[in-house]
């Protein structure tokens, strides 16, 4: 990452409460009719809505990736399109956060303008997109994804765990199972919360039930052998985004590796303590690090930057995933890491190659 970029990044944290809120009144002055459509509570629902876009806007400064506000910005847009609400006032928006922007920030920052104008000629006069859905998806083991997402919502368990039970009886492995029909699921009922087609209690609730039928599953795989690496799984600080993480771990154990599985949020001191094996007297080899948000890439990168530094974990092979990672995919090379993996499986026999290249 380069520290003029990081820096930049910063001073847009440090101001972006007052000037997300000169954005929203600026946006209110130029666009008529904008306050009618939103009520008594358009300039805070503003306010809100660009304190989280220069969130992203800082990362994509920090890392220099366009790509990372413009994924955000067309997911307002998706959101906005839903809720029957101009799409365009989320273009305007921007002009209105860009030319704050041009009057506020000091000059170091100045680099925010050009990523805005950069996201504007990507986003302004393009259609709506619109994000695949698990069901409109064909082949594969999609048919399968719907009928466990479809029970979960309508609160039957029994069924749910009658699909993918099926489907390991029918020769799935523990990694296709997960691969082809729980994250699909879990991404649809995502999909589904932003369009406003599923509340947050069906989104706990398909969670929660996945979380426990992966624990049912796990029981039932045997371990395939045993191999001599230990990895340590787990999310950065902030982020509290477990369920992939712990879809992880239980591959590697399956895998035969020892496994040390931390969940979600934990900071980075705690990761470089877990991995210094003159304390804990057990060696690490791989510390594979998950986000489900842009918005932990810098404290990943962090992370991996404190990893570094420390003697207590050199040698430890470092490998990333996560959906940023799919936005810009070389993002794994400038947060560190050694490696990066597409699916959980890929994340497995990403490290085993990791171990065998370091003891040739």
């Known amino acids: 990452m380069n520290p ?22 600026r946006l209110l002055e130029r666009v008529p009719g904008i306050q009618a459509r939103y009520g008594p509570d358009a300039e805070r629902l503003w306010k809100a809505e660009m304190l989280q876009r220069l969130g992203h806007l800082a990362v994509a400064v920090a890392f220099e990736r366009v790509e990372l506000l413009v994924e955000q910005v067309q997911w307002s847009r998706v959101a906005f399109s839903s809720r029957q609400v101009h799409d365009t006032d989320v273009v305007e928006s921007m002009h209105a956060l860009r030319d704050v922007l041009a009057e506020q920030l000091p000059k170091q920052a100045m680099v925010a303008c050009r990523v805005v104008d950069q996201a504007l000629e990507r986003v302004a006069g393009s259609a709506v997109p619109q994000p695949s859905s698990l069901l409109n998806a064909t082949g594969g083991d999609s048919t399968a994804a ?48 932003h369009m406003q087609e599923a509340s947050i209690a069906d989104e706990h609730f398909v969670t929660n039930a996945t979380q426990s039928m992966m624990a049912q599953l796990r029981m039932d795989v045997p371990v395939e052998g045993e191999r001599p690496w230990r990895v340590l799984a787990t999310s950065v600080g902030g982020d509290h985004h477990d369920m992939g993480v712990r879809m992880l771990a239980d ?32 060696p ?35 490998i990333v995933g996560g959906h940023p990672f799919q936005i810009a995919p070389d993002l794994w090379k400038l947060v560190g890491a050694d490696a990066c993996a597409p699916s959980f499986s890929d994340a497995v026999q990403q490290s085993e190659r990791l171990m065998l290249a370091a003891a040739s």
């Open 4 to 25: 003029a970029s990081r820096q930049a990044a910063e001073t847009i944290d440090g101001v972006s409460r007052a000037i997300a809120g000169w954005a929203a009144a």
């Open 146 to 193: 719907r009928l466990y997402l479809l029970h979960l919502l309508e609160r039957n368990r029994d069924r749910a765990w009658h699909v993918v039970h099926g489907a390991r009886l029918s020769g799935r492995s523990l990694a296709q199972v997960y691969e082809r029909i729980l994250v699909p699921s879990m991404a649809e009922v995502g999909r589904m919360w």
């Open 251 to 282: 591959l590697f154990e399956v895998a035969g590796w020892k496994v040390e599985c931390l969940g979600a949020n934990t900071p980075a001191d705690e990761i470089v303590a877990v991995l210094d094996a003159s304390q804990t007297g057990r």
């Open 284 to 318: 690490i080899h791989v510390l594979a690090l998950g986000i489900g948000s842009s918005l932990s890439l810098r404290p990943l990168a962090d992370t991996i930057a404190a990893v570094r530094a420390s003697r207590a974990a050199d040698g430890v092979r470092v």
